[in-house]
């Protein structure tokens, strides 16, 4: 028998589960930003997936059984940035989009092979040291035009490239 912690489903579960339904997600995009709130920096994981390829991503993660967004936010930011990455999400978060991810490539710009998901995107300022943990390699952070260039454009999956061009955009720092 798999034990799991109240929320969380076994890995059966989990695969029957998205296979019958959507999953509701979060995705984050961390930055750093100046004394009058303009975003300086843009903070993206260095990440090897399962079939070797190494990309860059979003922080992301499933939002649980009886939790709130806020919290799905905090739990992602601390499992991918660290305990001390001091990220701030206002009281009451609203995203900035929402990311419909669809197992079919082509219905939307969001593609996951696994699953048709929805996620709720925020652009969360993070005040902290940060230091990766569970499976991001390394974090860098990228000026915005960095980040928006098509060499880490490239390098990003699933049309989180794209999501991060929004988050950029609603920031007033796409070029």
């Known amino acids: 028998m798999t034990e799991t912690v ?4 076994a890995p059966e579960e989990l695969e029957a589960a998205r296979a019958r ?17 303009v975003v300086t920096r843009v903070g993206l994981l260095l990440r090897i997936g399962s079939d070797g390829t190494v990309s860059r991503a979003l922080v992301s993660g499933r939002v649980l059984l009886h939790e709130r967004v806020r919290d ?5 930011l601390e499992k991918d940035l660290g305990p001390v990455a001091l990220p701030q999400v206002p009281p009451s978060p609203q995203p900035f989009t929402v990311a419909e991810y669809f197992p079919t490539a082509g219905v939307s710009p969001y593609h996951d092979p696994r699953q048709h ?3 709720l995107a925020y652009i969360v300022p993070v005040a902290g040291d940060c230091r990766p ?11 915005p035009e960095e980040a928006a260039s098509p060499a880490v454009q490239q390098e990003m999956s699933g049309g989180q490239g794209i999501l991060l061009k929004q988050a950029l955009a609603q920031v007033g720092r796409l070029t």
């Open 21 to 37: 339904m959507p999953i509701l997600y979060v995705d984050a995009v961390p930055v750093r930003v100046d004394d009058s709130g």
């Open 133 to 143: 943990r569970q499976d991001a390699l390394d974090l860098i952070w990228f000026t």
């Open 117 to 119: 998901a929805v996620s």
């Open 6 to 9: 109240p929320g969380w489903l």
């Open 72 to 76: 799905a936010l905090m739990r992602h």
